[in-house]
Each structure stands twice: as C-alpha cells, then as structure tokens.
C-alpha cells in the first residue's frame, strides 16, 4: 500500500507536469529532481543509511535516542549544506549566469524538505512501523496535489517554481506528521552523544557517500549530459521517455527500505541466511524487470499516447530506457546485501569505475544518437556496475564461508 501510494504519486504527477508543461520547462523540473535525488543520496549515505545498519546493533532501550541524535544531526547538516550551496550558486552566478535566483532557491528547498520527509519514512521501517510511512506519503501525496489544484485553478499552468513549492510543502508538512508519529525524544539529545554517533557513522557514510555521489553521476548522466549539451529540452524528452517505465523503479527504494532492516537484524543472527535471501531477491527483481520491459514494449503504442502529442516518435527511446532498467535490477539485491555488511569501501571502488565509463559512453553516444545516445550510456554504466558488484559480492560470501567452515571444523 505504502508503494502504491508513492510510487502513484510520483507517476500521476510526472504525467501531469509531462501533459501540461512545455518541453522546455519538464526539462528544468528534470534536472530539479535529478538534484534533489543526488541531494537525498548525500543525506542517506552520511545519516539514514547508517541509522539503518547500526540500529541493530544498539541496545534496544538506547534505539529511539539514537535515531533522535541522528536526525538533528540530519537536520542541522542539511541547514548548513543548504546555506552554503546557494551562497556558492549566487558566487558562480556572477560569472556564469545559470538561471533566476528563485528557481534555484525552490530546488534547494525541496532538497531539505524532501530529505525531512525521507527521513521518517526510513525509521518507519526501521521500527518496523511500516504504517507510520504509510501515513507520511499519503499526506506528502494529498497535498501536492491539492496545492497544484489550487495553483491551476484559474486554467493557468503553474510555474516551474510554484510546482517546486507545492513539493517543497507537501513533503515539509508530511516530515511534521513522522515527527508527530514516531515522537522521537529530539528535546532530550545530548550534543555529545550526537557527535559521538556522527563520527561513528563518518566511519562508513564517508564511502558510502563517494558511492551515492558515483551512483548519482552514473545514473544522472543522461541528465547533466543532455543539460550541457541539448539544454534542458533534451531531458525532457528524456525523462518523457523514462515517466513510462518509472513505475517499475518505484520499485527500488520500497524494497531497499523494507528490505535493509530486515537484512541488518539477519547480519547479526544468520549471515549465511542473509546472503541466501539477497540472493532470492536479487533474481525476483531482475524477472520482475524482464517481465515489465516485456509488456511495455509489447504495449508500446498504446502507452506512448499517454504523454501527448508533443514527443513524437519515442519508441527507440523507450527501449533504451528499458535496457536501463533491466540492468538496474540485477544489481539491487547485491548492492543492499554489501551496504548491509557494511562494505560501503568496496562499493565506491567499483561504482567509481563504472560511472566513469558511463559518463564517457554517454557523450561518445550521444553524439551519434542524441538523447537515446545519453541513455543508452547510463545503461551500459549500469550493467558495468551489476558484473563488479556482483564479483565483490562473491568474494565477501567466500569469506563468510571459510569462517563458517573454520567454525564449524572447530
């Protein structure tokens, strides 16, 4: 239920950005979003991820302080990275004009709303009250389209601004109900014990975020690309193209939030276990991925009308972008696996790799196909990126194995 709602909400509002807004200005709420993903990962690798895999291990009457000290943390880096970015973006706009000041404000707004809201949505299925962050994404949902209805109510489309606006409300307003719901104990945190859990969790985050921040440029590269090269009328065109297979990757965070926790407790009681259900769940999603890529293309002509007559011919594109996600599937599973067992080093080596070849195979590609040339390099980063996290995968379980052997023989 909780997916549906999420994941619906993310789907009904592309498609309604995708119908009413110009190709120009989809495109800019593109590379928005692309920002505030790449923002989110930043936030997630230094705070929630580490919150996620250290839970377990913390003595169940300290837990909720925990996760307390690790959201003022959360809350007070965002306060500060903000700050500094839009100081940084008003430095840069006196030498290189970007866009307007305010477009630039609403996305860095929505950045830290949207991680607010994120955050309790990942401590609900930490605590394994998976309700609670399915009350917060409803009410992010209802009011980003009551806001956009009370927007468009004269017939006018809204802004790209005002659209950021609503984002930015909705998911702020959804943040006050976790707080309101998990009554986490954030007035009794102790500011030493805050910067004690925020160097213990640099241990990992440190990786962990070199790892976003590669998976961001890897997977995002059809975007910067496009930005720099074709403007933001090339991504729009494709993210039009992407809209129809992102209710499958919708997919992605609501198994790497159920699933995370689940695997941390399995980690300290039964690792061979754990590696045996990632196992199982890499190979369901990849099935689930051929399954979906199937049917969308078999139903091509009919979901193409869905956007509108202002695409055109987006068929070769939409097959692109199904190879992309296929080849994001197969790596999942593994990737949850690694970060659970904390080989957030290991990650960031092979993500570094792939992205690199990506972005490089983005822009050879694209100069003989365009945008479908842009995509096309994000999936071969992305298929780069399963084989070596898989062989990392292999070699951390072999180790696990001859322990349980040495273990065992004793």
Same mark, same amino acid.
């Given at each position: ?223 910067? +690309?496009?930005?720099? &090269?074709? $403007?933001?009328?090339? /991504?729009?065109?494709?993210? @039009?193209?992407?809209?129809? %297979? #992102? ?92 970060? +659970?067992?904390?080989? &957030?080093? $290991?990650?960031?080596? /092979?993500?570094?790799?792939? @992205?690199?070849?990506?972005? %490089? #195979? ?49």
């Amino acid at each position: 239920m909780n997916q549906v709602v999420s994941s619906g909400t993310n789907f009904f509002l592309g498609l309604y950005l995708v119908r009413s807004l110009s190709i120009e200005a989809f495109g800019l709420y593109g590379i928005a979003y692309a920002f505030i993903l790449f923002y989110s990962g930043v936030v997630n690798s230094l705070f929630v991820t580490q919150m996620v895999v250290n839970y377990p291990d913390r003595d169940e009457c300290d837990r909720n302080n925990y996760c307390a000290r690790m959201l003022i943390s959360k809350l007070l880096f965002s306060l500060f990275s903000v700050v500094v970015l839009f100081l940084l973006y008003l430095f840069i706009s006196k030498i290189y004009f970007i866009y307007n000041y305010v477009y630039v404000f609403c996305v860095l707004l929505s950045s830290i709303t949207y991680t607010f809201k994120e955050f309790f949505v990942r401590y609900s299925y930490t605590a394994k009250r998976e309700g609670w962050a399915l009350s917060v994404n409803s009410i992010t949902s209802f009011f980003i389209f009551f806001i956009l209805y009370l927007l468009g109510v004269h017939g006018d489309n809204p802004p790209i601004e005002g659209i950021l606006y609503a984002f930015s409300l909705s998911n702020f307003l959804g943040g006050v109900l976790g707080v309101v719901l998990s009554r986490l104990p954030v007035f009794s945190v102790n500011l030493k014990d805050t910067s004690s859990d925020f160097f213990e969790a640099w241990n990992g985050g440190k990786w962990a975020l070199v790892g976003t921040v590669i998976i961001w440029m890897q997977s995002q590269a059809y975007v910067y +690309v496009s930005a720099i &090269f074709l $403007g933001p009328v090339g /991504v729009g065109v494709a993210n @039009a193209a992407r809209l129809l %297979v #992102a209710p499958a990757m919708f997919a992605v965070p609501a198994v790497t939030q159920l699933v995370m926790p689940r695997l941390a407790e399995l980690r300290n009681q039964n690792i061979k276990k754990m590696y045996n259900v990632g196992g199982i769940i890499t190979v369901g999603l990849v099935v689930f991925s051929i399954f979906y890529a199937f049917l969308l293309i078999a139903l091509g002509d009919y979901v193409v009308v869905l956007l509108g007559d202002k695409y055109g011919d987006i068929q070769t594109l939409l097959l692109v972008w199904c190879l992309v996600l296929v080849f994001q599937f197969t790596r999942i599973g593994t990737s949850t696996v690694l970060q +659970v067992v904390k080989k &957030f080093r $290991g990650i960031s080596l /092979v993500n570094f790799f792939s @992205a690199l070849i990506a972005v %490089v #195979a983005a822009i050879a590609l694209m100069k003989y196909w365009g945008v479908e040339g842009a995509v096309l390099g994000t999936a071969v980063g992305e298929l780069l990126l399963s084989i070596g996290l898989y062989g990392l995968l292999r070699r951390t379980r072999k180790g696990v194995e001859r322990a349980y052997s040495r273990k065992d023989m004793v």
